[in-house]
């Protein structure tokens, strides 16, 4: 089966899996009185709030640090923030494209050198989370623990040897932005800017963790840092606006598997999951305010994400690309 389809085959089941969970917990009045219990505890409603946005600042402060730029730091935050709510509007992880587009119009970059940071980003986001999840699982002592380790260990040497590799030589495209990476990550810069995302993680467990602890879950924080991280791994099954679904399938998966009920695993996902649509709209509406876009550049921007993917896949890059 094509890596595409079975994406997509994942995808599916995981939001029929969520739909069976609406169909057997969901009730629209306790989900509700859920919601509007966080804003009756301002202590723990502003817990969340801040940790949540720490998390961002923390994402804008590692990409700016990789970018190496001159360019003010509210263009790197607002993009995220645009990333952000256009990927809680659209069924398909179109925020990327925004947010590179974002980054080459206030940046001064070329739409390659803006597109490579943000999949450097993302990248590295996966890795982390990967890692996070893994250590989880070996601690956890789940039988799929030698997995992890070895696909971790074989991802770190890739990287770091991936720009010395003859089929990378022969594209032009790859073997630039290779380079680059192994420039800025194999340094002191690139683990201060592991060490961001990383922390950028963590807080933004703060949510879940908020949850639990208005829910009487008892669960410790680094347990809900490896619940979250596999919850937002999963998000690369994102078929539907905010990944609806996907997450509350994975995250209801994870706190089961930390062995809390099934009813309060899915009340504690839906409710940290509401809890991020309402933050994204926010934050979308700031950024809207504080950097306006014109829905015809949105458009653009997203429409290019799909030919610049490709283009890098056959290592295509123009003679005046340069990093």
């Given at each position: 089966m094509p890596k595409k389809q079975l994406i997509r085959f994942i995808a599916i089941?995981?939001?029929m899996c969520s739909l069976y969970l609406?169909?057997?917990?969901?009730?629209?009045?306790?989900?509700?009185?859920?919601?509007?219990?966080?804003?009756?505890?301002?202590?723990?409603?502003?817990?969340?709030?801040?940790?949540?946005?720490?998390?961002?600042?923390?994402k804008a402060a590692a990409w700016r640090l990789y970018a190496g730029t001159g360019v003010r730091f509210g263009v790197y935050f607002h993009a995220i923030s645009y990333s952000l709510f256009i990927n809680h509007i659209l069924p398909i992880k179109a925020g990327d494209g925004v947010r590179a587009g974002l980054f080459m119009k206030h940046g001064k970059a070329t739409w390659d050198e803006a597109f490579h940071s943000v999949a450097v980003m993302r990248l590295i986001d996966m890795l982390v989370l990967a890692a996070i999840g893994g250590i989880g699982i070996i601690r956890l002592g789940l039988p799929s623990s030698w997995i992890w380790v070895t696909v971790m260990a074989g991802g770190a040497?890739?990287?770091?040897?991936?720009?010395?590799?003859?089929?990378?030589?022969?594209?032009?495209?790859?073997?630039?932005?290779?380079?680059?990476?192994?420039?800025?990550?194999?340094?002191?810069?690139?683990v201060a800017i592991i060490a961001l995302i990383t922390?950028?993680?963590?807080?933004?467990?703060?949510?879940?963790?908020?949850?639990?602890?208005?829910?009487?879950?008892?669960?410790?924080?680094?347990?809900?840092?490896?619940?979250?991280?596999?919850?937002?791994?999963?998000?690369i099954f994102h078929i539907t606006p905010g990944g609806i679904g996907t997450y509350e399938s994975t995250m209801s998966g994870s706190l089961l598997l930390l062995g809390v009920d099934g009813r309060d695993a899915y009340r504690a996902a839906l409710v940290s999951h509401t809890f991020k649509f309402l933050f994204a709209f926010t934050l979308g509406a700031y950024s809207l305010i504080r950097m306006p876009l014109h829905w015809h550049e949105i458009k653009n921007w997203i429409h290019r994400l799909k030919p610049t993917i490709s283009r890098t896949r056959h290592g295509f890059l123009r003679k005046d690309d340069i990093v």
């Open positions: 089941l995981l939001v609406t169909w057997r917990w969901f009730n629209s009045e306790e989900w509700l009185q859920d919601v509007v219990f966080i804003f009756r505890q301002p202590r723990w409603f502003m817990f969340m709030t801040g940790v949540y946005l720490i998390s961002f600042l923390f040497i890739f990287l770091a040897i991936a720009h010395f590799l003859p089929v990378i030589r022969r594209m032009p495209f790859m073997a630039k932005h290779a380079a680059y990476f192994n420039l800025q990550i194999l340094s002191l810069k690139g922390l950028s993680w963590m807080l933004e467990a703060g949510v879940i963790y908020a949850v639990a602890r208005m829910m009487s879950l008892q669960l410790g924080a680094i347990s809900l840092v490896w619940a979250n991280s596999m919850t937002i791994t999963g998000q």
